[in-house]
């Protein structure tokens, strides 16, 4: 039945990914009828990866856990999948399999003194530290307000996920929303994914599954996407409408911190509403 609920983040990865790839992207015929299932039909996968149906379903349900280097290739052909989601595939068939039991390191929420130092020297730049779940640890002074009501929050609130969908700034301060709440989400589970069972994952993720049908919408389709530099702009209560670059730079040696800088073109617009989130610029 394709309903029977899967036992292992392998079998949900592939169920979410089965049914977002139509049988006309596969390069199969539409056939007749109406289907039941959105996406293609377990056996029609199989067929696909050169697999048994009898041997993907019970890949999908969690009763078999070794699949081997050249089937989950294969299945990653079938799903289109690319990139980080192909990368995913592979690290949750090895935790399943037993071979990864460490997929990452603790998290840590200390940030040390010259990182602090370093966010004090990017001013006037927003710049933050977050974690690997999005759990804002530190920002400087145009971080915090490029932010509104963040710091507002008490420290087990402060997460970057779960002020885009709970708080009312949050909604409201990326243009467009819907871009950067599914990029969010797919990072979410990219970190989350083979650590499912870390606390303050769960706490957060269930929080948000209860609370914003949205979130449930995104999450179930298990996108996976490491997040790196790129541009977003703002509709910010403060200093109005902006358009900015940011980077995203690992942190060495603290189990998955995170720095964030944003910056502008110079003599722009932008950057002139930027300069306005720090108290010491002058407009």
Known sequence: ???????????????????????????????????????????????LAGVSV???????RGRETNPSTAVIDALSRALRLRGDAHERLHDLAE??????????????????????????????????????FNYMLAANPAGRRLL????????????LTRYLFLHPVGRTLYVPWEATVTASVAHLRAVGGADPDDPR???????????SPEFVKMWDRYEVQERGGG?????????????????????????GQRLITYQAAPDS????????????SSD
Do not use: C
Not at 54 to 60: H, I, P, Q, S, V
Not at 148 to 159: A, I, S
Not at 201 to 211: F, I, S
């Open 54 to 60: 009898d041997y993907y379903t019970r890949l999908e």
């Open 201 to 211: 994952m769960t706490a957060l993720v269930g929080e948000l599954l209860l609370k």
């Open 1 to 47: 039945m394709e309903g029977m609920a899967e036992t292992t983040e392998l079998g949900k990865y592939l169920r979410a990914r089965r049914a977002q790839v139509t049988p006309a992207e596969a390069g199969l015929p539409a056939g007749t009828g109406l289907r039941r299932t959105p996406g293609l039909r377990r056996e029609e996968l199989a067929t």
């Open 95 to 132: 935790l399943a399999s037993g071979r990864l039991t460490t997929p990452h390191p603790t998290t840590d929420d200390t940030v040390r003194e010259s990182v602090l130092q370093m966010l004090e020297a990017l001013r006037p730049m927003p710049a933050y530290v977050v974690n690997r």
């Open 269 to 280: 617009p932008d950057e002139s509403a930027l300069r306005k989130l720090d108290p010491s």
């Open 148 to 159: 509104p009501g963040m710091w507002d929050q008490p420290p087990e609130q402060r997460n």
């Open 231 to 255: 541009t977003k702009s703002f509709d910010h209560p403060k200093v109005g409408a902006m358009t900015l670059t940011y980077e995203v730079m690992q942190l060495a040696r603290t189990g």
